[in-house]
Antibody
Framework: QVQLQESGPGLVRPSETLSLTCTVSGYSISSRYYWGWIRQSPGKGLEWIGSMHHSGSTYYNPSLKSRVTMSEDTSKNQFSLKLSSVTAADTAVYYC?????????????WGQGTLVTVSS | EIVMTQSPATLSVSPGERATLSCRASQSVSSSLAWYQQKPGQAPRLLIFGASTRATGIPARFSGSGSGTEFTLTISSLQSEDVAVYYCQQYNNWPPRTFGQGTKVEIK
């Protein structure tokens, strides 16, 4: 059974970079599946951030693309999210997910989520 | 940009009764429509994909229908554990928008 766990700072200062890691157990991230990040805030609801594959293929939400980078560390079976130049609008619960086979946007397995607050 | 609109915002249903949730896309998304269930304090859970295919382990009382721009999620006999917010998601077109705003299902 695949399990995912997000980790990272719960508080980030405005204009700095938000960095989160998703640790995957029970399945290799070097597989045929895509892996994704989704966030949820009271004001904007659920928002897809991006999806990535071990092959190097990535898809980023156009509204965030200039600030987002997703990467992987196969030795630790982890993938990561970096979001630069954050503002209060980036305050949200961030989820990592394994996507459904042959999909870049259907989240089949989710982490429990981690709250990130942007504040000085 | 596709906009997903869910209705109603809140649905109150008696235990054992049918719950019908609607999702409308501003343009056709074919059958590229998923439904998720989110209980308080939990991550969303995938219920339905391809508009009508139940995900692994999802009870048969959950069913999805529709194509194009009009979709429905039906809970045939509401159980107390079904109290949650339900989201539809189109995956025919890449973001920025993909999810609806959600329908909260509560027990009457």
């Amino acid at each position: 059974q695949v399990q995912l766990q997000e980790s990272g700072p719960g508080l980030v200062r405005p204009s700095e970079t938000l960095s989160l890691t998703c640790t995957v157990s029970g399945y290799s991230i070097s597989s045929r599946y895509y892996w994704g990040w989704i966030r949820q805030s009271p004001g904007k609801g659920l928002e897809w951030i991006g999806s990535m594959h071990h092959s190097g293929s990535t898809y980023y939400n156009p509204s965030l693309k200039s600030r987002v980078t997703m990467s992987e560390d196969t030795s630790k079976n982890q993938f990561s999210l970096k979001l630069s130049s954050v503002t209060a609008a980036d305050t949200a619960v961030y989820y990592c997910a394994r996507l459904k086979e042959d999909s870049v946007m259907v989240a089949e397995y989710w982490g429990q989520g981690t709250l990130v607050t942007v504040s000085s | 940009e596709i906009v997903m609109t869910q209705s109603p915002a809140t649905l109150s249903v008696s235990p054992g009764e049918r719950a019908t949730l609607s999702c409308r896309a501003s343009q056709s998304v074919s059958s590229s429509l998923a439904w998720y269930q989110q209980k308080p304090g939990q991550a969303p859970r995938l219920l339905i994909f391809g508009a009508s295919t139940r995900a692994t382990g999802i009870p048969a009382r959950f069913s999805g229908s529709g194509s194009g721009t009009e979709f429905t999620l039906t809970i045939s006999s509401l159980q107390s554990e079904d109290v949650a917010v339900y989201y539809c998601q189109q995956y025919n077109n890449w973001p920025p928008r993909t999810f609806g705003q959600g329908t909260k299902v509560e027990i009457k």
